[in-house]
T-cell receptor, first 116, second 113 residues
């Protein structure tokens, strides 16, 4: 099973460049989200989606854009990269159904982004 | 608002030592609680979870009990191995299936042979 797939795994950007981090899941999950991981701060929620066509902001949304045109895909766009966006990014998904297995949130392997 | 606090690291132990990583939380209602592990250079893996008070999650020799009276979910292992060296994250999902997690800051564990 592929689970949650993120690409690219590593990326170096110059300040001001834009790029898209891709995220796809093959579990037919309704909920998808993006987190960033920074030293000493754990993971912080950037944006999330509860279904196709529905997105909302998390704790740290500035400088990022998302869309959810299909259930499977949830890309994260950096509009104009800044050094403060150097981080590790994780995509996650989970089922929207109210059963115990729906409590499990699955993560991708992460995308290491450096902005110089 | 909801929050998770973990003990600060790094935690350095000798092989076969007993491990405790403290985690406390603040939340309304009845959250679900999780421990995730991140091995060097890898992504997050779910280690264990508990969805209601007094539940005990366990996996790979690790255990954590959901204590509502002390709002805690401490991670324990009786005998750590070098291969357990990783960063451990405590996380909370508020009641209702929102698909969103609130993480603690992470605790780095280093186990020396």
């Amino acid at each position: 099973n592929a689970g949650v797939t993120q690409t690219p795994k590593f990326q170096v950007l110059k300040t001001g460049q834009s790029m898209t981090l891709q995220c796809a899941q093959d579990m037919n999950h309704e909920y998808m989200s993006w987190y960033r991981q920074d030293p000493g701060m754990g993971l912080r929620l950037i944006h999330y989606s509860v279904g196709a066509g529905i997105t909302d902001q998390g704790e740290v949304p500035n400088g990022y854009n998302v869309s959810r045109s299909t259930t499977e895909d949830f890309p994260l766009r950096l509009l104009s990269a800044a050094p403060s966006q150097t981080s590790v990014y994780f995509c996650a998904s989970s089922s929207g159904q109210a059963r115990s297995s729906g409590n499990t949130i699955y993560f991708g392997e992460g995308s290491w982004l450096t902005v110089v | 608002g909801n929050s998770v606090t973990q003990m600060e690291g790094p935690v350095t132990l000798s092989e076969e030592a007993f491990l405790t990583i403290n985690c406390t939380y603040t939340a309304t209602g009845y959250p679900s609680l999780f421990w995730y592990v991140q091995y060097p250079g890898e992504g997050l893996q779910l280690l264990l979870k508990a969805t209601k008070a007094d539940d005990k999650g366990s996996n790979k020799g690790f255990e954590a009990t959901y204590r509502k009276e002390t709002t805690s979910f401490h991670l324990e292992k009786g005998s750590v191995q070098v291969s357990d060296s990783a960063v451990y994250f405590c996380a909370l999902k508020s009641s209702g299936n929102t698909g969103k997690l609130i993480f603690g800051q992470g605790t780095t564990l280093q186990v020396k042979p």
